[in-house]
């Protein structure tokens, strides 16, 4: 089992930029591909990126646009996601998540097996 926390959300104004952290507990982090995902207030939970466990492969929702790079640490147990040109649409709360099954993990969110609590990110006009 894996424990996971993010950190790095906050208030940023529209076009600027945040770098979020999950750090994951325990030694098997790169035995996880890892993902992230946004929820805003009213919608449904939503892809963002995931990474691979060894951290070759990554890809991004459609939303994104080039905008955000997910990376990984695996000796630091820690997937990072930098977001830049930030936009009031990107308000959500940021969830990470690990899947044990797939070497790239997943668009999906229910295939996930741990959650972070999420980080707020806030993006102002």
């Known amino acids: 089992q894996v424990q996971l926390v993010e950190s790095g959300g906050g208030l940023v104004q529209a076009g600027g930029s945040l770098r979020l952290s999950c750090a994951a507990s325990g030694r098997t982090f790169s035995s996880y591909a890892m993902g992230w995902f946004r929820q805003a207030p009213g919608k449904e939970r939503e892809f963002v990126a995931a990474?691979?466990?060894?951290?070759?492969?990554?890809y991004y929702g459609d939303s994104i646009e080039g905008r955000f790079t997910i990376s990984r640490d695996n000796a630091k147990n820690t997937v990072y996601l930098q977001m830049i040109s930030l936009k009031p649409e990107d308000t959500a709360v940021y969830y990470c998540?690990?899947?044990?099954?797939?070497?790239?993990?997943?668009?999906?969110?229910?295939?996930?097996?741990?959650w972070g609590q999420g980080t707020q990110v806030t993006v102002s006009s």
């Open positions: 990474i691979s466990r060894g951290g070759g492969t990554t």
């Open positions: 998540a690990a899947d044990r099954d797939r070497v790239t993990g997943s668009r999906v969110m229910k295939l996930y097996d741990y």
